[in-house]
């Protein structure tokens, strides 16, 4: 079993910047793959970001290619998601996930709330 807690979002004007934070715990062997989804009021929840742990392979969705980067540091057990040229459209919860096989995630953190602000 893998936890993950969140860490980072908040209000930001449209523009602005935001790093989110994931720290894993527990069998953080078992990770192969870790990622963000997020989730805006009335719409289902959509990949963002993910990274492999060991190899460091990068796979962004086309809405967030060239603003966002995802990045690891796997002594910290820990997974980043730098935000920058935001747009109210990002406005959501985004979640951290973790999986042992490649773009499956069984582990979801808690999520935290971005907010962009026009």
């Known amino acids: 079993q893998v936890q993950l807690v969140e860490s980072g979002g908040g209000l930001v004007q449209a523009g602005g910047s935001l790093r989110l934070s994931c720290a894993a715990s527990?069998?953080?062997?078992?990770?192969?793959?870790m990622g963000w989804y997020r989730q805006a009021p009335g719409k289902e929840r959509e990949f963002v970001a993910a990274?492999?742990?060991?190899?460091?392979?990068?796979n962004y969705a086309d809405s967030v290619k060239g603003r966002f980067t995802i990045s690891r540091d796997n002594a910290k057990n820990t997974v980043w998601l730098q935000m920058n040229s935001l747009k109210p459209e990002d406005t959501a919860v985004y979640y951290c996930?973790?999986?042992?096989?490649?773009?499956?995630?069984?582990?979801w953190g808690q999520g935290t709330q971005v907010t962009v602000s026009s």
């Open positions: 990274i492999t742990w060991s190899g460091g392979s990068t």
């Open positions: 996930a973790a999986g042992n096989t490649f773009m499956t995630f069984r582990s």
């Open positions: 527990g069998r953080t062997d078992s990770i192969y793959i």
